[in-house]
Nanobody
Framework: QVQLVESGGGLVQAGGSLRLSCAAS????????MGWFRQAPGKEREFVAA????????YYADSVKGRSTISRDNAKNTVYLQMNSLKPEDTAVYYC?????????????????WGQGTQVTVSS
């Protein structure tokens, strides 16, 4: 029902920045809270950031707080993750997810739709 396509990943040096984008299908985009999760090699997928349907509430993992910003443009059906001061430990596949509720959540099992992921690699 909801298709999500991530883009913007790539290779960047430590200290650099990237902006990830997630384009969603549908005309009820604002009814879905959105989240970003990541999975590094050999590790479980973990929460990165979330934003409510209206964009009025955001959550961040402690590991990215202060250097990352999640935002959304409901007119464009797009959610973004701006990442600054990147570290090698940020290297992972980043996934965009949509929740069947406008309330933001940090819990990945509460999300119903997932994108295919985009690779972020931070070199030292």
């Amino acid at each position: 029902q909801v298709q999500l396509v991530e883009s913007g990943g790539g290779l960047v040096q430590a200290g650099g920045s990237l902006r990830l984008s997630c384009a969603a299908s549908g005309r009820t985009f604002s009814s879905y809270a959105m989240g970003w999760f990541r999975q590094a090699p050999g590790k479980e997928r973990e929460f990165v950031a979330a934003i409510s349907g209206s964009g009025g509430l955001t959550y961040y993992a402690d590991s990215v707080k202060g250097r990352s910003t999640i935002s959304r443009d409901n007119a464009k059906n797009t959610v973004y993750l701006q990442m600054n001061s990147l570290k090698p430990e940020d290297t992972a596949v980043y996934y965009c997810a949509a929740r069947g509720s406008p309330r933001a959540s940090k819990t990945q099992i509460e999300y119903d739709y997932w994108g295919q992921g985009t690779q972020v690699t931070v070199s030292s």
